[in-house]
């Protein structure tokens, strides 16, 4: 398995340089200047001592599956945000676990959490390694240590039901190895986030993640039939039939819980045979409130392709919805992204029945090679905001959703407030996920880094979260909350809310090491 860059995104051979057109703009346009002090190097790098927390630990898992060696450690430490990857590239690992910790199985894992409820040890659980939003910052200083506890042991199929078309995977596969294993047997889950290639089923399950084609797929909680949970209280099992009336579905405290609440140690999902064909499109508009209204008319009355993305102004004139030929000319309007996969026949009529409302709506068909070209890009841009942090730039992504009628003041609400908080910086917006009643809206931020970009970026994400309640949105549509949104939480779910999430917390973790400080906001008073 090839270890994810310790200090940015992905497979260090796929790392990726901006051609220098896009560096002079940068420069003349934001400002942009290289930082003078390069990226601190690995064997420099020095996390706190470990504390004295793993001896037990090794008699559950195994000596050879406890680590403390730095490097062990300092892959383990925070997710991939850009503040994340700011911190570490200047040298700050004071967040690093004392340990990581890798079991074997469902009952390890319940070894674990009962040896760490005792010994006041942290948990935070760790599939990917993929959250941008803090999900895996524990508040461990009150503990006597911090153990990442990382899944990716348990990395198989176990179960295939081709009647119901459900498939039971471990937490700790990895995207496209599920897939693989899936696609042995005719089938597929659909679910391809932007951190496909490198998050995992658990961590999917945990987030809510949302995938690219998932106005074909449906989001990855949709997907959800069933979980195994491992909890310091012991395990819940969830999910007996489809649909229940059994009382409220506890599946959804599980989904979205980011480890908070219990370990995920296999999901049930539901699958899709492979679809036949795969056909992807690009088309124009003049404007991006043009097309908005004719996503919203596919997303209401149908045909719905697969994958519906619509990128502003600013997006399609960088050439950011294909980001393997970013900085070459993209021309003018709004880029939209039709995808359509299924049986031939299917498709076929999908695609000529959504060809004409798009008409209707004033696009203009581009043709299959702006689709190809955001399919064969469509895991590409987490390696380009690499490259933008090594020229000097801070490029950061935020998200929300809210109802068609809320969208256009949602979208105007977070573009002003990151003009005001970051000015000289570009903006740009994109609609990814689509509903009958909403969409969600996906912002991308370039600016130059400067001084102290991790207070100037804080600041800056305070205030839009700040704007999102205000306009009606979602504090997070895919992303999840982590501690970025965590106290921003009980303005979205109330105070009753946090107190009954705070409940189900205290009753399946009464020592409160699960991801401590992730999730659920503090107390008040």
Known sequence: MTAMLWNGWGDPDRATRLPDSVVGLLRELLGVRPDPAPPVPLEDLAPPAPRACARALEEIV???HVRTDDEARIRHTRGKSTLDLLRIRAGDARDAPDAVVLPGDHEEILAVLAQCSRERIAVVPFGGGTSVVGGLTAEGESFAGVVALDLRRL?????LDAVSRTATLQAGLRGPRAEALLAERGYTLGHYPQSYEWASIGGFAATRSSGQASAGYGRFDEMVAGLTVATPRGTLTLGRAPKSAAGPDLRQLVLGSEGAFGVITDVT?????????????????????????AVRALAQDGPLPTVLRLSDETETMIGLARPDEIGEANGDGCLAVCGYEGATEEVAGRRAGAHAVLRAHGGNPLGEGPGESWAAGRFSAPYLR???????ALAETLETAGFWSDLPRLEEAVRLTLARELPSSLVMCHISHVYRDGASLYFTVVTAQGDEPLTRWGRAKAAVNDAIIEAGGTISHHHGVGTDHRDRLVDEIGPLGVEMLRAVKDRLDPAGILNPGVLIPPARG
């Not at 990395?155 to 179960?159: F, I, K, M, S, V």
């Not at 690499?386 to 000097?392: K, M």
């Open 386 to 392: 690499d490259a933008l942090l090594d020229v000097g």
């Open 269 to 293: 999902a539901r699958v899709r045979p492979l679809p036949e064909v795969r056909r992807y499109e690009g088309w124009r508009f003049a404007s991006f409130a043009e097309g908005t209204a």
């Open 62 to 64: 195994g000596p050879d």
């Open 155 to 159: 990395d198989r199929l176990t179960a």
